[in-house]
């Protein structure tokens, strides 16, 4: 391969994806003062595919819904299996399906907030699109950002992406049923996530049973009602 001409490929890229981020982080300012007007608290929620998104929403969603009045926003390549999930708790649903982009960005949640009647929301749950890399690099416009990591990921999923966590106010590891099999030291995750955040919260849940679930709703610190 001729270096030369890569390295003239960088110079020309990387310009262009400042613009893209700073007009990206623009729309999502617009995004939390559109929010701040009605009073709506909006969490941004990162993991991979499998890691749990799906099931911890529906589990915030169960354990919220007579205290707050929810949305959630499902971003997904094509399906509209998460989303299904989440109504089917009792909440209403917009899904976006992405097609080929691998993260929600702030003009679509903007375009959404359009099409909801604010004054009559109090928490929106977004649930990004699976996977860990780009969504970090995008806001949304939302007041927190919560990471769920799986045991079945492996011990190496907060060391491996830092700049997801540098953002993050929660850590959630899920699926901690499963990690004496996967051999994964929860305390470790744990002291890997305050190495790269000293003030992240971190969880430890299993969606499927709720397990650790009221503790991860008293690390989210809602604004009261
Ligand atoms: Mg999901
Ligand atoms: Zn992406």
Known sequence: MDTKSDKKDLEVNVPVEEDIFSRNN??????????????VHAIDILGSVGSGKTTLVQNLVRHLK????????????TTSIDADRIQEEGAPVVQINTGQE?????????KVLKTLDLEDQDLILVENVGNLICPSAFQVGAHQRIVVVSTTEGP?????????????????VNKIDL????????DKLKRDALQIKPDIKVVFTNGRTGEGIPEFIQALNLPKK
């Open 156 to 172: 190496y999923m907060v060391v491996k992406h830092p700049h997801t966590f540098m953002e993050a106010s929660v850590l959630v």
């Open 66 to 77: 007579n205290d707050y009045r929810i949305t959630a926003i499902a971003g997904d390549l």
């Open 26 to 39: 623009k729309i999502a300012d617009q995004n939390i003062s559109m929010l701040e007007k009605h009073h």
């Open 102 to 110: 691998c993260h929600l960005d702030a003009t679509m949640i903007q």
């Open 179 to 186: 990690a004496g099999a996967m051999e994964v030291d929860l």
